[in-house]
């Protein structure tokens, strides 16, 4: 049996250093927002014959150096172009490249995403994540109420929520990075997985957290805290990182050959899974230890 608990220090150290750098990214480059936060402009163009491809589509457009720009192929044979940029001039200007080019093609429309709806997306954006942690604090201080000793159900709800936050902040920090220097932008695809890591981080602690209940429920051998948080870490121990690495293998098959339109959403959700699955295991069972410890005036 592996002795996780001890190795609780190390994995504070690592936590902390990874937490501050993304505060540090965070509070100095902030995030690179694509056109659903920023607003621009979404033209449908349709196409006679063979559609061209995306990267052709964006080779064409290069010179006009489009920014935020997003191919998407749609039904009926028409393409999708986003890119963040309302004036007349340049919606003028990516028509007439793209007509020269593809003198078969027809404007079907050309849509304005406004700043105002922007704002109202990120403040929605805020309050879906906001209202999602919450409600999963107060379930499983719910859930785990049959244990309330010797460390408190509320604390389990707080250990989880701790553990969120720190891979959703350390996800938001490595794109942050990515931003600055590989100017990769995050859009409602972002939040979309972002909440979906929510779900999978808090799921793969409520494992290890449901075994510590019933290891305490059973009293076996009348162990220390720290000994059946341990116990029941190495009972569960298998099962996460195997459930883990199914769904990291599959992400990783989805970031090499999707299409790019999905690889940031796929990028997102590798980072968030892959620190989901280490503080399910480092952070959030270690927490119960360490405020009990505090409770029994340990070191």
Known sequence: MYDIISKTKYAYIFSGILAVLSILSLFFWGLKFGIDFTGGTLMEIKFEGDIPKSHEIQDVLKELNLKSLIVQRSEGGSILLRYASEEDKVNEDVWKTINNKYPQSKQLKVDYINSSVSDELKKNSLWAIFLAVVAIMAYIAWAFRKVSRPVPSW???????????????ITVGFFSILGRFLGIEVGIPFVAALLTILGFSVHDTIVVYDRTRENLLRGLGKEKFPETV???LNETLVRSVNTSMTVIITLLAIYIF??????????????????GTYSSIFIASALLVTSYNWQTGKK
């Open 230 to 232: 341990n116990r029941s």
């Open 258 to 275: 999707g299409g790019s339109s999905i690889k940031d959403f796929s990028l997102a959700l590798l980072i968030g899974i892959t620190l």
């Open 155 to 169: 604390k389990y709800g707080l250990g989880a929520i701790i553990a969120l936050i720190h891979d959703i902040l």
